[in-house]
């Protein structure tokens, strides 16, 4: 049986990382943790911080006054909508292209995303045999949608939000208390793990059992299982059919220093050139860096070799990483264990690193790279650059969050020197916004497109700039965007880190910082 460490409970804020005023105190230079510590397998995982930095602690997990969360602590981190819409400019474009509303009203649902989080940790810790999670009913109006066995003393609690008009408390059978223990129960009978194999869907009020993997859809024991838990439940598959993986061969993406959202091409065994797209830049606790990106792009049956990255490979052919095989940092095994940690070629890290200076603080970023089916990014706005503040754990993403990813997939033209993705034409690689709309598959699942070559590209929450997955697997197509509800599923990052720690002992951190190039000048 492989081991996997994830948690995939909607609602569970256990870690979460969101920007300055908004929730969570960051100390000033630290590598920052999800709020509340690391995550459950990372407890040896931690990377050690820059020598000379001040150790910090996320004060989500901090001691709170002993007031409703409507009045005090979820109520204070609070920001104003119009500066989050003002951080969050695409995601805002896709509220008001997808659901017809007007910027103000996009700038309210924005606010009221940022403040469930901490909300939901509030909740969790304040009503334990009530709260039973929550999710964000965009096609709804925007309402922020909280689940409780007995939703009186909820509805008090969240009546001084800000936006308290737009949240809504409904009544369901169990708690989330009580369906955890019912993911326990059911992944000890069917020798799986809870939170990965067995799982909790906060809108079903019940608990999942994924096949497909650990558990065979025919297993023999899973009927008398389901029917001992003690709560709803019932077997579903990992992801539905005609999914297929986005990888290889990307397009050419953007300039040092590393960034998520960057081309990553591959030799393959056969002589083929194939590649993914870097999702974000790592640091294990030796301070070493890596770069992020989907397993299948070095595991699988064209690469028994050990492959070396390159960005470019038709033009200056720069070298990037190559697969570690001592130890093994890589896997492409059943969703979402479909990760690669990819450490430098030699001389390439001080080839991609960012330069320290003495009046800025070289930041850990994602591309944000504007494609012409993303209307909100203009030639006023630009592409840019998101500092990545940290993570957000795969249990406290909520369903009808606003994303984005980046991905750096391509068909060239006639005469272009780019190895062709199987993207399909009139496909423009860069960034684009979608939709939560589930975590069903054991990941993070979304509405925004993707095609071949966007493999381990980055997802992230652009207001507050948190990382939050790397794309693994979706459906199939080619060629323009024109579905908006085409569904792909990324691999969280918590559930990442949680793997390659529990494997390895290496420490391996998401860093609020970018490799370094030199001591920092006088």
Known sequence: MRTRRRMIIAGLATAVCVLGTTAVVLASGADREPAG??????????????????????????????????????????????????????????????????????????????????????????????????????????????????????????????????????????????????????????????????????????????????????????????????????????????????????????????????????????????????????????????????????????????????????????????????PVLAENATFPNDYAVIPYQPGAADRWAYPRRATTDPVNLVNYWCVSDNPNCTDEEGSRDVPITGYVAASAVQVGWIVCATGSAYTPKAGETYVDSGAGAGYVPGTRCGEVFGKASGGIDVYICARPGDSGGPLFVESTGTALGILSTGDPGQGACTNPNERNYYAPVSTILDRVNARTGLGFQLPTRGPLLGPIAP
């Not at 609070?78 to 474009?93: E, F, I, L, N, Y």
């Not at 640091?283 to 070799?305: F, K, P």
């Open 37 to 326: 510590g690391p995550p459950a397998a990372a407890t040896t995982g931690t990377a050690d911080a820059d020598p000379g930095e001040p150790a910090g602690t996320a004060g989500l997990g901090a001691a709170r006054p002993s007031t409703a969360p409507g009045s005090a602590a979820a109520a204070g981190a609070a920001r104003p909508a119009d500066a989050v819409a003002k951080d969050g400019p695409a995601s805002t474009s896709y509220l008001r292209a997808r659901y017809r509303v007007g910027a103000d009203e996009a700038a309210r649902r924005l606010a009221l995303q940022e403040l469930s989080a901490p909300l939901a940790e509030e909740l969790t810790t304040r009503f334990p045999d009530q709260y039973a999670g929550m999710w964000l009913d965009q096609a709804g109006g925007g309402v922020l949608t909280i689940a409780a066995t007995d939703p009186a003393p909820l509805r008090a609690a969240v009546a001084g939000l800000p936006d308290a008009a737009h949240v809504k408390v409904v009544p369901v059978r169990h708690s989330l208390r009580q369906l955890t223990a019912g993911t326990t129960r059911l992944a000890s009978a069917l020798d799986a793990t809870a939170g990965s194999d067995v799982v909790v869907d906060v809108q079903a009020n019940e608990v999942a059992v994924l096949t497909g993997d650990v558990v065979a859809a025919d297993d023999p024991r899973l009927a008398d299982a389901l029917g001992a838990a003690g709560v709803p439940a019932r077997a579903r598959t990992r992801l539905p059919a005609g999914t297929v993986q986005k990888a290889c061969d990307p397009r050419y993406c953007a300039q040092a220093p590393m960034r998520g959202g960057i081309r990553l091409d591959v030799p393959r065994d056969d002589d083929t050139v194939g590649g993914c797209t870097s999702g974000f830049n790592l640091r294990a606790r030796s301070g070493a860096y890596y770069v992020l990106t989907a397993g299948h792009c070095v595991v699988g049956g064209r690469h028994q070799e050990q492959d070396r990255t390159w960005h470019q490979f038709l033009g200056p052919k720069v070298p990037i990483g190559v697969e570690s095989t001592s």
